[in-house]
């Protein structure tokens, strides 16, 4: 499991023109944020997103359909270090939905699938 955070901006790859031209790009730290999962085996990917923050509560959210999903089955998930995923909250709604969570050690990406998987929101191509 793991996030990403999409900042609302315009970006020009390239751009010609007769004159000068200035894009305009809006104010603030608008955001798009995608929270992930990626079963190791079906490499399916399951997602929470919102426009305000990534926190316990979008945890909680994964967690609930990721057990929607995989009834009666031993699920582990893999998580990094973020804080908001090692609450209190996560961690008892972890326990009652019988997910274990494995944390893995910081700054050890690498050992995180989704973001080896061609499916990480980091590594889609924006056209």
Known sequence: MDAAHFVFAPFLGYLWSF????????????????LGAL???THEVITVTNDSYINAQSVCTLLRQLAALHVNLPLTLVLDNARYQKCAIVQELAALL???LLY?????PNLNL???????????PIV
Not at 19 to 31: D, M, N, Q, Y
Not at 104 to 108: D, V
Request: positive net charge; aromatic residues 8%.
């Open 39 to 41: 079963n190791a085996i």
């Open 98 to 100: 019988d997910i274990e």
């Open 19 to 34: 004159s000068r031209l200035f894009v305009r790009a809006p104010a603030g730290r608008k955001r798009f944020n995608v």
């Open 104 to 108: 893995l050690p910081s700054y050890s």
């Open 114 to 124: 989704i973001e080896r998987s061609p499916h990480s929101p980091h590594q889609i």
